[in-house]
């Protein structure tokens, strides 16, 4: 059931349960007679766990940078749009049990939700495998430049990096455009579609068209600078 994902983090789990409870949010919990098989207590772990495989990162190969700096650096890399971003990356979106409640109201597509899934992932992979474990995930999950701290944060946004990328290959830029959007607009998800040169399309969902355009971009960056992760499908949103 849980293939596919594993292979993206890249992890395979000896207690898949480790791994069902992290993708349990607790509206589902509550609607199950009040289990306490949720995630809330994973993602306080994997919190932790998730600031020190950073940090380690950040310490090692950043040497001449001050506290203030790393500080910063560790800040941009681990804030909620880009957990949210990297949960996207790999699909745990499709992944997260919901209860009907949180699903009615769009929590699969919302970044607090899904940056916390993510750190209970992290905590979990930490129980199941250890700290080298989590640290190789969180090196996957990332793509942590730490000697510089911008491959997804404090630098080039992934629609820059994937324009550079295309025009190097294709000598030709990416095209963008807007699918669909649905929901009032206090809270509209937008679907956008990217097209390489090459052909291959990605499809991500965001709460803006901007971060929509940025998942997508993600997507492709994936496919080809990561081959072993491919195919990436379109990310499917519950909305549409």
Aim: glycine share 8%; charged share 30%; net charge neutral.
């Amino acid at each position: 059931m849980y293939e596919q994902l594993q292979r993206r983090i890249p992890y395979r789990f000896t207690e898949v349960k480790l791994l069902r409870i992290a993708l349990t949010h607790s509206s589902h919990a509550n609607e199950e007679q009040g289990s306490r098989d949720h995630n809330e207590r994973l993602e306080f772990l994997g919190d932790a766990v998730l600031e020190l495989c950073i940090s380690e990162d950040l310490f090692l190969d950043c040497p001449e940078a001050r506290e203030g700096e790393l500080t910063a650096k560790r800040s941009a890399l681990v804030n909620q749009e880009n957990l949210a971003a990297a949960a996207r990356r790999i699909g745990l979106d499709r992944y997260v049990v919901l209860g009907k409640g949180e699903e009615a109201q769009g929590g699969r597509n919302r970044d607090s939700l899904l940056s916390d899934a993510l750190e209970a992932l992290i905590g979990a992979v930490f129980l199941d495998g250890g700290y080298t474990a989590a640290r190789q995930a969180v090196r996957g999950l990332f793509a942590v430049d730490a000697a510089t701290g911008e491959k997804n944060a404090g630098g080039k946004d992934g629609k820059s990096r994937l324009q550079e990328a295309s025009q190097r290959l294709f000598k030709e830029r990416p095209v963008y455009s807007l699918v669909d959007s649905k929901g009032p607009e206090h809270d509209k998800i937008f679907k956008v579609r990217l097209r390489l040169p090459d052909g291959r399309t990605f499809s991500a969902c965001g709460s803006s068209v901007k971060r929509a355009e940025q998942a997508a971009a993600m997507l492709a960056l994936e496919s080809i600078e990561i081959p072993a992760l491919i195919p990436f499908p379109d990310q499917k949103c519950s909305h549409f």
